[in-house]
């Protein structure tokens, strides 16, 4: 088989379990969300920063992607939650197999939240889906303000923008407002949030939109099967 069909096999095969998960998640009110940034913009980081401020009796749960090491897993894991590394051995994303693998013996019910860190790549992460509510795009002041225009599919997909590092603003000469219009461009009404994973600045405004996200998630009613 040609290359073309083949990924279109592997991308209709992803959508079904994809939308397996979905239902899944629907069913039990569980709100999943995937973050998706290039390397180092501060996935991790923010998850850390979020996990600080949720009480501990909160039923959240974490499964973290990358290609080799768990070192992400074990910097979440000091936050007493569930969290799942998912070493994807080469694997420049995290697939809607590899989710549902990972969910076999987490029971659903038992969760209000899901939080996936995808591997970091700005690229193939955009392309498979994991049965998401909303995926959320990590973007840094030290990368390139352009990044919108470079990469349009995963911020034309994206709910939310977190410009990360702000801290840094000072120092390089990202042009956030710049960044903030491109990624407008590519998806207009693009909700935006701006923070230091640092020195916290602006962690709030994410714990609303979170707080916010799974409001909606619990009102969220569960459609007969067959309905669109
Ligand atoms: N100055 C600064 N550094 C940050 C911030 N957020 C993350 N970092 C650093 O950036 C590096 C990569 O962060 P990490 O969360 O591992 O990124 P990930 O690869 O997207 O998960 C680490 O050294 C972090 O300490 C921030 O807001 N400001
Ligand atoms: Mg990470």
Redesign the pocket.
């Known amino acids: 088989m040609s290359r073309v069909p083949l990924e279109k096999k592997v991308l209709s095969e992803n959508d079904r379990i994809a939308g397996r998960l979905r239902e899944r998640f629907l069913e039990r009110q569980v709100l999943c969300l995937n973050l998706i ?10 998850l ?1 920063r979020t996990l600080e401020r949720l009480s501990p009796n909160e039923r959240v749960a974490l499964l973290t992607g990358d290609i080799q090491t768990d070192n ?1 897993a074990r910097r979440l894991a000091r936050f007493g939650f569930p969290v799942k590394q998912i070493t994807t051995g080469g694997a420049c994303h995290l697939d809607a197999r590899m989710i549902e693998r990972a969910l076999a013996d987490w029971p659903l019910e038992s969760l209000d939240m899901l939080l996936i ?1 995808n591997v ?1 790549n700005l690229v193939c992460p955009s392309s498979y889906d994991l049965g998401e509510a909303a995926k959320v795009v ?1 973007l ?1 002041v030290a990368e390139g303000e352009d990044k919108p225009l470079k990469y349009p599919a995963i911020f034309f997909k994206a709910e939310l923008l977190v410009l ?5 603003l000072p120092y390089v000469s990202f042009d956030i407002g710049k960044a903030r219009a491109y990624a407008l461009q590519m998806h207009p009404g693009m909700e935006i949030v701006e ?5 916290s600045a602006g962690v709030d405004d994410w714990m609303k939109w979170l707080a916010r996200r799974r409001e909606s998630a619990r009102a969220e009613k569960v459609r007969p099967s067959g309905q669109a």
């Open positions: 940034s290039s390397p180092g913009a501060g996935k991790t980081s923010l850390e992400d860190e970091g990590v840094s990360n590092k702000t801290d840094l923070l230091s994973c640092k020195t």
